[in-house]
């Protein structure tokens, strides 16, 4: 995972152009993290973040990427549970107090906090016990 973290790929298009085809595809792989939905992030906050300071960008990719994009995410799957929005948050803004305040640092800050909340999520089992591997 540090790998993918260090080197992400990102899939980007039109709408309707096939990109949720082509990232639910690859969803179905184990070694491969797939952000559940548009992040929002480079039409809400780049390149909005190139002229805000930190704390303000820390607060946009809040508000739009994690609690709006996977707030609804949520609502409209019907699972109120699916992720957990408050640890992402906080892993994020633990995050971002030791990242610089580029695109890149905010991106993947946000994407390793996911991946984190992705990797908790999948050592619960389905009576709610955590698994020691």
Not at 5 to 11: D, E, G, S, Y
Not at 54 to 70: P, Y
């Amino acid at each position: 995972m540090s790998t993918f973290l260090n080197n992400p790929v990102f899939i980007c298009g039109h709408r309707k152009s096939g990109t949720t085809m082509l990232c639910s595809l690859f969803d179905d792989h184990d070694d491969i993290l797939v952000y559940p939905s548009d992040s929002s992030f480079f039409y809400k906050i780049f390149p909005p973040c190139l002229n805000l300071k930190k704390i303000d960008n820390v607060r946009l990719v809040i508000e739009n990427c994690i609690r709006e994009t996977l707030g609804s995410e949520m609502e409209n799957i019907g699972k109120d549970d699916l992720f957990d929005i408050n640890f992402i948050e906080a892993e994020f803004k633990r995050e971002m107090k030791i990242k610089s305040n580029s695109p890149k640092s905010l991106l993947l800050s946000l994407i390793k906090s996911y991946s984190k909340s992705f990797k908790k999520k999948k050592m619960e089992n389905v009576d709610g016990k955590n698994n020691i591997f």
